[in-house]
Every structure is written in C-alpha cells, then in structure tokens.
Nanobody, 119 residues
C-alpha cells in the first residue's frame, strides 16, 4: 500500500503563491505517476496536474496552465505543486493521488489540504 500526506495549504491573498507537498511512503516503487486534484464546496473533484515519476512528463488542467508547476524529488519520494498567481477560484481542498503502474486510475489518495485564496 502507498500512503500519501499533503501539506503546505493555507490562506493567501489573490496573486500570491503557495507550494503544496505530497510525501509518499510504503510501496512507493509501485507508483507510476502522481497527480493533484481539487474539490471546492458544492463542486465535483477536478483534475489539476499530474506527472510521471520517472521521466517527469507533466500535464495540467487548462485552468491552471501557466500558473501552476508540478515537480518531484525522487530521493525524498515527494511531489510538489507550486501555485503562483493564485485566484479566489483556486480555493479548494487539494488532494494528491498516486497511480500504480499498469493501471488507468489513481488508487491512492491523501487526506487533502485546504487552500483558501482571498480576494
């Protein structure tokens, strides 16, 4: 099993920045890709960004492209989401997730970290 723990959320003014971290433990060798998702009150969970663990191919939702950057530190088994130029509509609970190799979905999820952007 893979355990994921997010951190780095908080309150920030519009235009500010935050960096989220997701530390993975357990059977991390089985992870093929990791991603970030978010869910605002009353809305469905949506995809934000993802990266393959080896190779670092990155993918972004249109709503965050150019503002957010996903990265990882292989030695620390940690994924990061650098969020710049934050907008109030970015306010949500952010979740990291891990995709095992040879699967199509994200099977492991963190507990979430709250990001609140004030106007």
């Amino acid at each position: 099993q893979v355990q994921l723990v997010e951190s780095g959320g908080g309150l920030v003014q519009a235009g500010g920045s935050l960096r989220l971290s997701c530390a993975a433990s357990g059977r991390t060798y089985s992870v093929y890709a990791m991603g970030w998702f978010r869910q605002a009150p009353g809305k469905e969970r949506e995809f934000v960004a993802a990266s393959t663990w080896i190779g670092g191919s990155a993918y972004y939702a249109d709503s965050v492209k150019g503002r957010f950057t996903i990265s990882r530190d292989n030695a620390k088994n940690t994924m990061y989401l650098q969020m710049n130029s934050l907008k109030p509509e970015d306010t949500a609970v952010y979740y990291c997730a891990a995709k095992p190799a040879r699967t199509t979905g994200y099977d492991y999820w963190g507990q979430g970290t709250q990001v609140t952007v004030s106007s």
